[in-house]
């Protein structure tokens, strides 16, 4: 029972933390959102999970967590890895300006 | 025979007039840790090209001392950001100087000068906006077995995605006008530059033919060359490319 409280706690507090990201699109955020109630009801109701699982041809709810919580971190990873190559993209511009404005420099004397 | 004088009895520009074309040319090379071959390549390319860039990748080796002394400009990255990237920072800095005609051409000896004039000359006849080097045009007894299906495998890949009807893909040595030089924005930093080099041009309604090449392969070139698992890496590059701004 203990943990169980423990993972209530922290899912609400995650829910108060992603309200109040600043720059988080609503889309994302509401995305997430949904994953965090659903794992915040099925914490509170485990016997709903089995329930679901069953409706999507699943056999336990277990499993049906096991499943949504891969998918879930594949998207987030593969979501980061896009940012990751944006950034990357902007940080070879910034290196490529200044390799530029050096061999300009470097011209005029 | 020096370079550029055109060959006697070839259908090719006459020498005064490709004089005026290599004075307008820039040749760019992309340089990571070449210090074992940069001065031949270099040296090679100067009796032909009187314009040479090189990118200096962020090189830790002894690349930059050696580029100090020889014919050429060098434009430093200070950290190495891949070839792709090296490519469009110098191609940048050549149409900065006023280049009406760019040929991109391999640091690690494997190239030839006499294919980059080959190129050129095909470009400078007007009759298209790029020429691309193909080690399979012509004979193409020296590349290795393997290396042959890979690169078979990742031109047919590319002209699946850029809608191409290319014989060679990742083949580092093209010549490209003004007009198509400026139409490149590579985003692709590392090998996967080659595939998008291709489908911008491709998008921009460029005209682009091939010229046979012949590529060295030496233990060194292919020690620096790409792996066969690296076409999986070019692979995820492409897709994940896809989904970037």
């Known amino acids: 029972m203990t943990f169980k409280y423990f993972l209530v706690a922290a899912l609400i507090g995650f829910v108060f933390y992603l309200l109040l990201l600043p720059r988080v699109g609503y889309l994302r955020k509401g995305a997430i959102f949904s994953v965090v109630i659903m794992m915040l009801v099925f914490a509170i109701q485990p016997d709903w999970s089995s329930s679901v699982a069953k409706a999507v041809g699943i056999s336990r709810g277990a499993d049906l967590l096991f499943y949504v919580s891969h998918l879930t971190l594949f998207f987030i990873a593969f979501v980061y890895f896009v940012k990751f190559k944006e950034m990357e993209l902007r940080f070879t511009k910034l290196v490529r300006q200044l390799a530029l404005e050096n061999a300009r420099r470097e011209a005029e004397h | ?245």
């Open chain 2, 1 to 245: 025979m020096p370079y550029g004088t055109g060959q006697p009895g070839q259908n090719t520009m006459q020498s005064e007039a490709f004089r005026k074309v290599l004075a307008e040319t820039f040749v760019v090379v992309p340089a990571y840790n070449e210090g074992r071959v940069i001065r031949d390549v270099i040296t090679g390319l100067s009796s032909a090209f009187p314009n040479i860039v090189v990118v200096n990748d962020g090189s830790s080796d002894e690349t930059a001392e050696i580029l100090r002394g020889l014919p050429a400009v060098v434009v430093k990255h200070q950290i190495n950001l891949g070839q792709g990237a090296s490519l469009q920072t110098g191609i940048t800095f050549a149409l900065e100087r006023g280049a009406n005609y760019i040929v991109t051409f391999d640091a690690d000896g494997q190239h030839r000068a006499e294919d980059a004039l080959s190129a050129l000359r095909l470009l400078a006849e007007g009759q298209c906006d790029v020429v691309c080097g193909s080690r399979f045009l012509g004979t193409t007894s020296n590349v290795p077995r393997m290396r042959k299906i890979i690169l078979k495998t990742v031109v047919g890949l590319a002209n699946l995605t850029a809608g191409t009807k290319m014989t060679d893909a990742h083949n580092g040595l093209r010549a490209l006008s003004r007009r198509a030089a400026s139409c490149l924005d590579l985003h692709q930093s590392g090998m996967a530059h080659a595939s998008e080099i291709m489908s911008q041009l491709r998008n921009h309604k460029m005209n682009i033919r091939e010229v046979p090449v012949q590529i060295n392969y030496t233990q060194y070139s292919l020690a620096k060359g790409q792996s066969s698992l690296n076409s999986i890496n070019i692979l995820v590059d492409l897709v994940i490319g896809r989904f970037m701004k």
